[in-house]
């Protein structure tokens, strides 16, 4: 059974921090290019970040840019998404999703998505 199961969310205030876990069971990660998305309350999914297989090149909307760190952990079958200096607008819940495409491409060619983790940055 192929699985991502996404964890670490939680409730924070503004310009505080968190780690996201993407973990896969049942296929191997590291053969995968895996991107973070997230969906806010009547928005639309959008994505937040991505590291692709070929070169393990990371990409980050401008939104997220010098705050957000996406990482591998092979050994884990393990990405994790840290999260720095959040804000009220980066509340959403979080979706970790994987394809078998070397570089990183829009929503519809992910084959594989998590549950999804909320985020909620609020004072």
């Known amino acids: 059974h192929l699985q991502l199961v996404e964890s670490g969310g939680g409730l924070v205030q503004p310009g505080g921090s968190l780690r996201l876990s993407c973990v896969a069971s049942g296929f191997t990660l590291g053969y995968y290019t895996v991107g973070w998305f997230r969906q806010a309350p009547g928005a639309e999914r959008e994505g937040v970040s991505c590291i692709s297989l070929s070169r393990g090149i990371t990409t980050y909307a401008e939104s997220v840019k010098g705050r957000f760190t996406n990482s591998r952990d092979n050994a884990k079958n393990t990405v994790f998404l840290e999260m720095n200096s959040l804000k009220p607008e980066d509340t959403a819940v979080y979706y970790c999703?994987?394809?078998?495409?070397?570089?990183?491409?829009?929503?519809?060619?992910?084959?594989?998505w998590g549950q999804g983790t909320q985020v909620t940055v609020s004072s």
């Open positions: 999703a994987a394809t078998l495409s070397i570089t990183c491409g829009p929503l519809d060619e992910y084959d594989y």
